[in-house]
């Protein structure tokens, strides 16, 4: 081979290899950018995950509720027909609830906020029958609230349960 060929050469291998190093470098660069993304995507995932459970453990805190409210003397307190029947209604709303997006779930809280508007509007309870039914109806008004600000179907689904929850306990101190 001539000096000249070799030179050929060697100038052709060079562009091999630099395009070689082209193509990597822009091999990189692409995965890079593709990685960036799935990690955006689960870092998105992520924090409207920790949202979720940061309500959910809220709700949590709302039952310590459980632990102030009293019997009657190991009995039921008498709860006014009014009171009893919007609790059935607000079960009986949330019974027939089919909600599958945010505005579901925000209309579900508007018609149980309307319920409970009429408990209270209708309240004949006094003394400590009546403190004890505050201190159901305190928590539950809050998870009411929480529901008409849901920003997920998950949350709307997780709220709505505790919801439920609340609601199916009232027989254990009120009748």
Request: include cysteine; aromatic fraction near 4%; hydrophobic fraction near 35%.
């Amino acid at each position: 081979m001539t000096t000249d060929q070799k030179l050929q050469n060697q100038k052709i291998n060079l562009k091999k290899i630099k395009m070689k190093k082209t193509a990597i470098l822009g091999l990189v660069l692409l995965i890079s950018l593709l990685g960036c993304k799935e990690t955006q995507k689960e870092e998105t995932t992520i924090t409207e995950q920790a949202a979720v459970e940061q309500k959910e453990d809220s709700h949590g805190d709302q039952n310590n509720w459980m632990s102030q409210i009293q019997q009657d003397n190991g009995s039921k307190w008498k709860a006014n027909i009014e009171t009893t029947e919007g609790i059935l209604a607000m079960s009986s709303r949330i019974a027939e609830d089919e909600s599958i997006s945010i505005k579901h779930y925000q209309k579900l809280a508007s018609d149980l906020n309307d319920l409970k508007n009429n408990i209270i509007k209708e309240c004949t309870m006094e003394g400590e029958s009546h403190d004890n039914l505050h201190v159901f109806l305190v928590p539950l008004v809050d998870k009411i609230e929480a529901l008409g600000e849901v920003n997920s179907v998950h949350e709307g689904a997780v709220i709505t349960k505790d919801i439920k929850e609340h609601l199916e306990v009232y027989y254990n101190y009120f009748n």
